[in-house]
């Protein structure tokens, strides 16, 4: 299987890492210098660490599976942790040895020109290695590779600094040797610090500095969210995590509320691409909820559909009427039971002294079979429609007139015009008016379906 970017610089790393470490063993063994054992040392444990972190690349780079659902992207942090553990012990031997040959004068080092050539090449080494794993860290937020980075980059400066106090050894200075080594454990401590807080920072799931706030005022100004209830950022690799628990109206359409996730979730991919984004949207009742409003939710919770929903104030008390839209050969006594579900549901929402009042009527859920009526047939229908819409003051230009035929009855089905400053009662009334009329004139038809269009629209054709 092909290596991915990550594991592939990962194992040039490990490569280098062997080299560097063996280089720099013998020069010290060879030379006696401190700061070259300390330098050798560190590069010892950057080799085993390096070895932590092909692996952990490894590991990290599987997909999620059944038992570990948000990936293994925290083999990284784990791997990054042991580096800080290795970092500090480093750090504790080079300082232990560098005060022992101070305090004691044991400063015997010998200098040699391909010492100072180990080192010198380490540098140029340690500087394109740490380019290289902080840009593919960079690119994939690996924080094994930021973390071996890190460690190279330190060993550059620690390398810089042996140079140094070998130079200052040669010009007849031994106590700069362990000098050196002292400033070499201080870039090793500093870079185990950094990694450590980072690595700890991720095992904690501390969201990065900035996201919350940022995320917080973009979904604050997403039209739809009434307020941010929950943020939750966490990262782990390159994935950002993100839970969001917004508020919204419970009054809101269903398909609104999907809507509304996807618009959240697109809106935070395209600052975060590497997002895995949750959206759950919390409905609330608003203080501004009509009556009206909180019936056709709770009938919606219901499943039922109604319509005709009249509010009365009679005496100081509401009471709510509406008809009830149930399958026309349902039991009466199965309807009956839901209608009353329903009524009780609604006593309970908006208080003991409310009067509640249902209509059951049947509501056809199969699709009826039907067919045009003939010309001869529905002429009659036509002329009388044309008629009693010329009686209405503000309906005009009654027109697509369709007369059709199902096993319950005619269907007649016309559009219409009113001005648009019009009321929608008043459009009502006029083509409720008509529907009356025509149906005590043709006992046959069982609806009349009018359409309203206002003057200057562009009409419905059917």
Excluded at 82 to 95: D, K, P, R, S, Y
Excluded at 242 to 270: N, S
Excluded at 338 to 364: K, M, N, Q
Aim: hydrophobic share 45%; aromatic share 6%.
């Amino acid at each position: 299987m092909a290596l991915s970017e990550k594991q592939r610089v990962a194992l040039i790393s490990l490569a280098a890492s062997a080299v560097l470490a063996g280089s720099k063993l013998f020069a010290g063994l060879a030379t006696g210098s401190l700061g070259i054992l300390s330098e050798a040392l560190h590069s010892i444990l950057d080799f085993g660490a390096t070895i932590i972190t092909f692996f952990a690349v490894k590991w990290s780079d599987q997909p999620p599976d059944a038992e570990h659902h948000y990936g293994h992207a925290k083999a990284e942090s784990i791997a990054a942790l042991a580096e800080t553990g290795l970092l500090f012990l480093t750090t504790v031997w080079i300082v232990y040895e560098a005060v022992h040959r101070i305090l004691s004068g044991e400063t015997h080092v010998v200098t040699t020109w391909w010492a100072v050539t180990i080192i010198a090449a380490s540098v140029v080494i340690d500087y394109n290695r740490a380019r290289s794993l902080s840009r593919v860290a960079k690119k994939t937020s690996s924080e094994a590779l930021e973390a071996d980075a890190l460690h190279f980059s330190s060993d550059m400066w620690s390398s810089l600094v042996v140079l140094a106090g070998l130079g200052a050894v040669w010009l007849g200075f031994p106590m700069a040797d362990p000098i050196a080594a002292l400033i070499v454990s201080f870039f090793v401590a500093l870079a185990g610090w950094r990694l450590g807080r980072r690595t700890i920072n991720t095992l904690l799931d501390t969201a990065p500095e900035g996201v919350a706030d940022k995320l917080s005022r973009l979904i604050g100004e997403t039209e739809g969210v009434l307020a941010l209830q929950r943020l939750r950022v966490r990262p782990s690799g390159a994935t950002l995590f993100a839970g969001v628990v917004v508020q919204v109206p419970r009054t809101m359409a269903v398909d609104d509320m999907v809507a509304l996730k996807q618009t959240l979730t697109q809106r935070i991919k395209a600052e975060y691409p590497n997002a895995d984004v949750t959206v759950t949207t919390n409905p609330v009742a608003l203080d501004d909820e009509t009556i009206f409003q909180r019936v056709m939710l709770i009938a919606a919770r219901h499943g039922l559909a109604i319509h005709h929903v009249t509010v009365q104030e009679i005496a100081g008390k509401i009471a709510i009427s509406f008809d009830v839209e149930v399958d026309g050969s349902e039991m009466l006594g199965v309807a009956h039971e839901r209608a009353t579900a329903l009524e009780l549901a609604i006593g309970r929402e908006l208080g003991p002294d409310v009067e509640v009042e249902s209509h059951i009527e049947p509501l056809p859920e199969t699709t009826l079979s039907g067919s045009e009526v003939e010309q001869s047939e529905c002429a009659p229908i036509i002329a009388a429609l044309e008629e009693f819409a010329s009686r209405q003051p503000k309906l005009t230009d009654p027109h697509n007139i369709r007369v059709r035929r199902n096993e319950h009855g005619l269907f007649v089905h016309y559009h219409c015009r009113f001005a648009p400053e019009e009321s929608v009662e008043t459009a009502h009334d006029a083509v409720d008016d008509i529907e009356h009329r025509l149906r005590e004139r043709f006992p046959a038809i069982r609806r009349v379906i009018g359409h309203a269009e206002p003057i200057g629209r562009a009409p419905h054709d059917k």
